[in-house]
């Protein structure tokens, strides 16, 4: 079994209290990892880092920091097969999806870094003796909060962006898939991120989340995770007036209409009704169809589920994998 520390300062820590949680495999139960369990003082530590290094990096210039994430982009994209597994072990998602999900990541390095590197500002008309204009700079020092249900996704979706405008995290990952978003701190290492600039606090939610949010030289805080999380975090930051962005809970419905292909329509209704075991923010919990294809729906739905793979998530044909925990 493996041992992680917290990704602090370019490297690995163990917690100040020398705490550790397990990560559980949720095909079998093992528990084949146990991390660090950050609190109070090992938040304190990174955002001092992270706030110490901001200057370092938000001084760079766009095209340096572009630069450097498209060398991210071309890092991850080599340690992807080494990521793939991971993932799947800590929440059991089946192969099939994960390897689809991981193979758009390098995209967003490559985005985010060409959006740096041609950032400009704007001029404004104002008066004739006044020269208005603006100039974007970073933030400061961001906590960025992840879910379990698509680890490396989510954290990217935030990373890449909050890099790219030259800010310094403090990454506090779901406790359920904390360990891709600690290597994901050697990759960016490798492409030239300064060290304190990607930090991450493994943990808990009501012990380093919450020390996250509450930090006062936290500028912002992105959130993505369940409504009642949103609404402790987005409360708890309110009181130091930190900003919050949050992607929270919800389903989807599905509308099927009878000018499509009855066939194609319910291929798009079982993936929307059973990626990630139906465990997904964008699921498609309703399914509302016209009356005249109706029957025919519901009886190629009740043939077609009852036909799904479910089984060793990574094995390439499994489509459907175990819940990721007993919760
Ligand atoms: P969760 O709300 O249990 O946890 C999300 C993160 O918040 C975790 O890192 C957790 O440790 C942390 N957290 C919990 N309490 C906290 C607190 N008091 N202070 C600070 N941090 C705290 O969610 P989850 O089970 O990991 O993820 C599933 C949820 O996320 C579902 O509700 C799903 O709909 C939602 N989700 C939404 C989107 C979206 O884009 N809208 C995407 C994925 C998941």
Redesign the pocket.
Known sequence: MKSWGMFIDGDYHPSASGKTFPVENPKNGDVFAQVAEGEQTDVDRAVDVAHRKFAEWASLSGAERGDIMHRAADLLEKRLPELLPIEIDQIGRPLCEMRAQLARLPEWYRYFGAVARTQEGAVHPFSATHLDYTRRIPLGVVGL??????PLL?LTKKVAPALAAGNALVV?????APITPLLLGEILAEAGVPAGIYNVVTG???GA??A??NHPSIRKID????????K??AS?AGRNLTHVSA????KAAVILFPDMAVDRGVSAALFAAFIATG???VQGARLLVHRSIHDQVVSEMVRRTKALRLGDPRDPSTQIGPLVSEK
């Not at 909060?145 to 698509?150: D, E, L, M, S």
């Not at 506090?172 to 359920?176: A, F, G, V």
């Not at 992607?247 to 919800?250: H, M, P």
């Open positions: 909060i992840t879910p379990w249900n698509h989510i506090k990952p779901s406790e359920l808990f939610g009501a989340g919450a996250l949010v959130v993505t995770g369940g409504t009642a999380t949103g402790t975090i708890l992607e929270l809970g919800g465990q997904t923010c």
